[in-house]
């Protein structure tokens, strides 16, 4: 059984053609054998006449034996009364001289021949060929009408190969389309232009889109909604909790610290979940601003530069490019925030974390490289995954990547994270927005200027 569509086709309709083929090749093998037959036979009946008209007399009488061409045709004249021919071009054969008038096989010496008998009062003609002879002439000319088919069979199958494929094209276009989707970017697919057998589809998978794309919303929008209600009184939590503080007798100073860090974890993650819901949305009608990369980079490591200088960590941001990108600057920044938390709180104190630029191609590139543990390798699929942490010792809600993912996929950007391959331990986490070229830039600015 064939799975593929097109080969299905390509089977299917190669078979067709080549049956019809095979039987038109048979059928005019058959017709051009009795034509050629029939031809052989008339010039039989011709040469018959001729020799009724006086032209037996030109025979020779005596024909020296097997002289003639196995080719050729044997004429018998025989006078009414007399036993032996009157003429023969071949004496060496005896036709049965009372063969039925017209045509008859006969074999003669071993042979079979086509006899052409014609009886007059005056004599009797015979007209006579090789059977051979005339089988090799009939299937010679017969197969020369195999030939056509025999050409265009291969050429037909690769014609329906080409229009098979040319039919489906769309068809895969739809399948790399539709493989395209992601949760991040529903749109629905283009329907112009396209055949009245694969629009109903396409128009399925278009509700489906739709379908996903407000059951996404309504599950960020609960993520919003709750993570924002749980934060009043998570913050009157606190607040009676530092109001408490000088109340609490030494005794139970441990289990009450223990208590407000509970509170500060379940704040961070209220505000992760916050952000991711956030970053999650689309751009909707924030207004997008030109922002150099360069300087969020810098910004981010004066930002983190006391906490480190603390711990004893090397920061530093070094082959900075001149790279911007369209978008709202405080999610750029937030980006490269949390890349460089993780690389800070997963690098024990004294290590160095670097950042660097790179452009490539469209897409300008923020590496944060940290001499770090690194991340084992079976886990660095799931770290983007929402609340999956590879190290349950160090504290963290599990949020961070999946924020800056939403926010790189907002831009149409990436985010990688991989080991570092330099003989050094660490990680490498990289995150890439396509550039906004200055040209552009400058068309957008003049665009506003006119308008
Ligand atoms: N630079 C790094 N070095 C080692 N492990 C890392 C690094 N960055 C991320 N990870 C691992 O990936 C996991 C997921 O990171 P992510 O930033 O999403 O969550 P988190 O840091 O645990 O929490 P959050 O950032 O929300 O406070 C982390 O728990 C950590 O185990
Ligand atoms: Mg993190």
Aim: proline share 5%.
């Amino acid at each position: 059984m064939i799975k593929s569509l097109r080969n299905q086709l390509v089977v299917a309709l190669g078979l067709l053609v080549s049956v019809i083929g095979v039987v038109q090749g048979v059928s005019s093998y058959q017709l051009s054998k009795a034509g050629m037959s029939a031809l052989l036979d008339l010039r039989l009946e011709q040469v018959g006449a001729r020799l009724r008209d006086g032209f037996a007399e030109v025979i020779s009488q005596n024909p020296s034996r097997g002289s003639q061409d196995e080719r050729d045709v044997v004429l018998v004249v025989w006078k009414p009364d007399s036993s032996v021919p009157f003429r023969t071009t071949d004496p060496s054969l005896h036709f049965p001289r009372d063969a039925k008038p017209g045509f008859s096989d006969s074999v003669v010496n071993g042979e079979s021949w086509r006899i052409y008998t014609r009886q007059d009062p005056t004599m009797t003609i015979q007209v006579a060929q090789r059977s051979s002879v005339r089988r090799a002439l009939t299937q010679e000319n017969a197969a020369m009408t195999l030939w056509p088919i025999a050409v265009l069979l291969p050429l037909v199958w690769l014609a329906v190969v080409f229009v098979v494929q040319r039919s489906l094209r769309r068809l895969n276009r739809l399948g790399s389309e539709v493989q395209a989707i992601d949760a991040g970017h529903l749109q629905p697919l283009p329907t112009a232009g396209v055949s009245d057998e694969i629009s109903p589809f396409i128009h399925s998978i278009n509700t489906m889109i739709e379908r996903l794309a407000r059951s996404i919303d309504k599950e960020r929008k609960f993520i919003a909604d709750a993570a924002h209600e749980l934060r009043t009184p998570l913050t009157a939590l606190q607040l009676q909790a530092d109001n408490l503080a000088p109340q609490i007798v030494q005794s139970n100073q441990e289990r009450f610290q223990e208590l407000r860090r509970g509170i500060a974890r379940s704040s961070k993650l209220i505000t992760q979940l916050l952000r991711l819901a956030r970053a999650d949305a689309p751009v909707g009608a924030s207004p997008l601003v030109r922002v150099d990369l360069a300087e969020v980079v810098t910004g981010a490591v004066a930002d983190v530069l006391p906490i480190a200088l603390n711990r004893g960590l090397d920061i530093g941001a070094e082959e900075m490019i001149d790279a911007h990108v369209r978008a709202i600057e405080t999610d750029i920044g937030m980006a490269v925030k949390n890349l460089i938390s993780n690389a800070g709180r997963y690098t024990p104190d004294g290590g160095t974390i670097d950042l660097r630029m790179r452009r490539d191609g469209a897409m300008a590139w923020i590496d944060v490289v940290d001499t770090g543990p690194g991340i084992a390798q079976d886990a660095l699929p799931r770290v983007f995954d929402r609340f999956f942490r590879a190290n349950p010792d160090i504290e963290g809600s599990g949020l961070g990547l999946s924020i800056v993912k939403a926010i790189a996929a907002r831009y149409g950007g990436d985010v990688t994270l991989r080991n570092r391959d330099d003989g050094r331990t660490g990680i490498v986490a990289s995150i890439g927005f396509p550039v906004e070229e200055t040209r552009t830039a400058e068309a957008t600015a003049q665009h506003a200027a006119t308008a």
